[in-house]
C-alpha cells in the first residue's frame, strides 16, 4: 500500500510538472505571438504612411520622433534646387533615406553628367537604401544609386538599374532649359 501510495504522489507530481511546462511554454508562446504582431503591425503602419524600410520595433519610434521634430511626420518633403540663382521645386518623399539626405542641407554639390540623361554626384555620405528596379525613367525623378550616388535623371528612358526613389522635381522642363552639357552645380535647401 505504501509502495502504491508512493508511485501515486510520483505520477500526480510528473503530472504537475508538466503542466507547469505546458503553462509557460503557452505564455512563452503567446508572448513571442504578440511582440511578432506588433511588429507586423508597426511594419504595416510604415508602409502605409510613407516609411518604406524594415527597421527594428525600438527604431521606428526614434523615426517617428525625427518625422515629428522636423514637422513632416507623413507629408511630403518640399526643396528647392537652384541652379545659376534660378530656384525650382522639388518634391521628395517623406522616409528614412530622404530625413538622413536633408539633414546636410543647404549643400551645394557638383552634378557631374552621364549619358545625357542625368546628373549624379557621389556624396561623402552614406544613406539607407531601399532599392527596386524600376521598368522606365522618368524625367524630373530624384533617385539614389546605391548607398551614396544622388541622381537627377532630366530625360525618360527603358531602365534595368537599381534604384532607391527619393522623389521628383516639379517643374522639370524649366529645370532641363538651365543644364549645360558637363556639370552643374546645384544648391539643395529645404523648403521650411
Do not use: H, W
Not at 501515486?8 to 512563452?28: H, S, T, Y
Not at 524600410?53 to 525600438?58: A, K, L, R, T
Not at 517623406?94 to 552634378?111: A, D, G, H, K, Y
Not at 549645360?180 to 521650411?192: A, T
Request: net charge negative.
Amino acid at each position: 500500500m505504501k509502495k502504491t501510495k508512493n508511485i501515486l504522489i510520483l505520477f500526480l507530481a510528473i503530472i504537475l510538472i508538466i503542466i507547469v511546462i505546458i503553462v509557460i511554454f503557452n505564455m512563452f508562446y503567446l508572448n513571442q505571438n504578440k511582440i511578432t504582431n506588433k511588429l507586423e503591425e508597426k511594419k504595416n503602419i510604415n508602409i502605409n504612411t510613407g516609411y518604406t524600410n524594415s527597421v527594428e520595433d525600438n527604431n521606428i519610434e526614434e523615426l517617428n520622433k525625427e518625422g515629428e521634430d522636423m514637422n513632416i511626420k507623413y507629408e511630403n518633403i518640399k526643396i528647392n534646387l537652384i541652379i545659376n540663382n534660378k530656384t525650382f521645386s522639388a518634391t521628395l518623399n517623406n522616409n528614412e533615406t530622404v530625413r538622413s539626405l536633408i539633414q546636410n542641407f543647404p549643400m551645394t554639390l557638383n552634378m557631374s553628367d552621364l549619358n545625357s540623361n542625368e546628373k549624379y554626384n557621389y556624396l561623402n555620405f552614406n544613406l539607407v537604401e531601399n532599392a527596386y528596379t524600376p521598368e522606365k525613367i522618368n524625367a524630373g525623378d530624384i533617385k539614389l544609386y546605391g548607398n551614396n550616388c544622388l541622381v537627377i535623371f532630366y530625360d525618360n528612358f527603358s531602365n534595368s538599374y537599381s534604384y532607391t526613389d527619393l522623389g521628383k522635381i516639379d517643374n522639370i522642363d524649366e529645370f532641363i532649359s538651365e543644364l549645360d552639357s558637363g556639370s552643374v552645380n546645384i544648391r539643395f535647401e529645404l523648403i521650411k
